[in-house]
């Protein structure tokens, strides 16, 4: 069965930084991109950047919200993706989900909230 | 970045109606669209890929069309389950955008 767990998220003051973790399991987690989606308490669904596998490159794509602040690496070997969020905003605040790229496995995301 | 304009923005239907929600893309991307269904406090779940495509597990009462710029999404016979808020997502462009939602409730 195809799991993706988040964690990490909690309160943060602005122009801090966090790292959110997505654990994978039931798939081969090596040959999948993974998203990341965020949704802010009481609006849509925001893209926020996702990761190819290390056969596409491995590289990164950004939504321009975030592009210079977030980092989306991957490790292979333990089957989780990160979100590394630096210098962070108040509108930054939402629940952050990871998903397999193609969007048909979620998890069940993880609450950050920023404020002082 | 493309945008991805959806309408109407809620939406009160009657249990067994039909519902059309409609998605326009700022630009063509052929048939690069998914359509989620959220409930609250929930992730979203995938409902439709490839613009027409029935996710595995779904039931056949929803339905979806279209390709270039302009989308359908619809469902034949509305449930009580149905009530949520649906999503499209473009994913032609490397930069995917999301819809701005549709929340659907019962009349």
């Known amino acids: 069965e195809v799991q993706l767990v988040e964690s990490g998220g909690g309160l943060v003051q602005p122009g801090r930084s966090l790292r959110l973790s997505c654990a994978a399991s039931?798939?081969?987690?090596?040959?999948?991109?993974i998203s990341w989606v965020r949704q802010a308490p009481g609006k849509g669904l925001e893209w926020v950047g996702f990761?190819?596998?290390?056969?596409?490159?491995?590289?990164?794509e950004y939504a321009a919200s975030v592009n210079g602040r977030f980092t989306i690496s991957r490790d292979d070997s333990k089957s989780i993706a990160y979100l590394q969020m630096n210098s962070l905003k108040t509108e930054d605040t939402a629940v952050y989900y990871c998903?397999?790229?193609?969007?048909?496995?979620w998890g069940q995301g993880t609450l950050v909230t920023v404020s002082s | 970045d493309i945008q991805m304009t959806q309408s109407p923005s809620s939406l009160s239907a009657s249990v067994g109606d039909r519902v059309t929600i409609t998605c326009q893309a700022s630009?063509?991307?052929?048939?690069?669209l998914n359509w989620y269904q959220q409930k609250p406090g929930k992730a979203p779940k995938l409902l439709i890929y490839?613009?027409?495509n029935l996710e595995t597990g779904v039931p056949s009462r929803f339905s979806g069309s279209g390709s270039g710029t302009d989308f359908t999404f619809s469902i034949s016979s509305l449930q009580p389950e149905d009530i949520a808020t649906y999503y499209c997502?473009?994913?032609?462009?490397?930069?995917?955008?999301f819809g701005q939602g549709t929340k659907l409730e019962i009349k």
């Open positions: 998903t397999l790229e193609a969007g048909d496995y």
């Open positions: 039931g798939f081969t987690f090596s040959d999948y991109a």
């Open positions: 990761i190819r596998s290390k056969a596409y490159t491995g590289t990164a």
């Open positions: 630009q063509d991307i052929s048939n690069y």
């Open positions: 490839d613009a027409s």
């Open positions: 997502q473009q994913y032609d462009d490397l930069l995917r955008t």
